[in-house]
T-cell receptor
Framework: AQSVSQHNHHVILSEAASLELGCNYS??????LFWYVQYPGQHLQLLLK??????LVKGIKGFEAEFIKSKFSFNLRKPSVQWSDTAEYFC????????????FGQGTTLQVKP | EPEVTQTPSHQVTQMGQEVILRCVPI?????FYWYRQILGQKVEFLVS????????KSEIFDDQFSVERPDGSNFTLKIRSTKLEDSAMYFC???????????FGQGTRLTVV
């Protein structure tokens, strides 16, 4: 069965620190990969996605993620976080052949201290 | 920017009661989904819906759950007889095509007491 694993459950950083959130998935076929963010009290919003092509994808608000097929990973990065990045971050995968099922990781709560 | 809207934002219900959670997907989208997130746990897939029928459902989506698209704009999730463990945040989502970006609503927090 497909699964998504996020390594960090709760991350606390100071402003301007660099961020890397790990995400690994288990699926042998073609995948579409996503990072969603959920700010406090708001809905899930798409940060970035990877379908094909350049494995380094850039998203909104300075986030980027790198797809490493050999490692089944899709880690999220940001060189310098801001207080406004405080949110919950979810990695998700959509495997080919699925008729409509995003598999989510357990989420990582990021707290940025001003 | 078009968005998925869900109502109500918060619903409290007594155990055993029926609840209907409502969603208005983005108008030109064809695929509709329900997910839920129990407090402190991951977002879990419940069901996907396409062409007026369920295309996939999880083991969570048992006989107590049903979905409907009654009028071409709304997409509802019904829980017939709620249990305490149904307490969760329920998210509706829609996408133009399968396997592409899904747009999520703000969620309905269901509390079963």
């Amino acid at each position: 069965a497909q699964s998504v694993s996020q390594h960090n459950h709760h991350v606390i950083l100071s402003e301007a620190a660099s961020l890397e959130l790990g995400c690994n998935y288990s699926y042998g076929g073609t995948v579409n990969l996503f990072w969603y963010v959920q700010y406090p009290g708001q809905h899930l919003q798409l940060l970035l996605k990877y379908f094909s092509g350049d494995p380094l994808v850039k998203g909104i608000k300075g986030f980027e993620a790198e797809f490493i097929k050999s490692k089944f990973s899709f880690n999220l990065r940001k060189p310098s976080v801001q207080w406004s990045d405080t949110a919950e971050y979810f990695c998700a995968v959509w495997g080919s052949g699925n008729t409509g099922k995003l598999i989510f990781g357990q989420g990582t709560t990021l707290q940025v201290k001003p | 920017e078009p968005e998925v809207t869900q109502t109500p934002s918060h619903q409290v219900t007594q155990m055993g009661q029926e609840v209907i959670l409502r969603c208005v997907p983005i108008s030109n989208h064809l695929y509709f989904y329900w997910y839920r997130q129990i407090l402190g746990q991951k977002v879990e897939f419940l069901v996907s819906f396409y062409n007026n029928e369920i295309s996939e459902k999880s083991e969570i989506f048992d006989d107590q759950f049903s979905v409907e698209r009654p009028d071409g704009s709304n997409f509802t999730l019904k829980i017939r007889s709620t249990k305490l463990e149904d307490s969760a945040m329920y998210f509706c989502a829609s996408s133009r095509q399968g396997e592409t970006e899904a747009f999520f609503g703000q969620g309905t927090r269901l509390t079963v007491v």
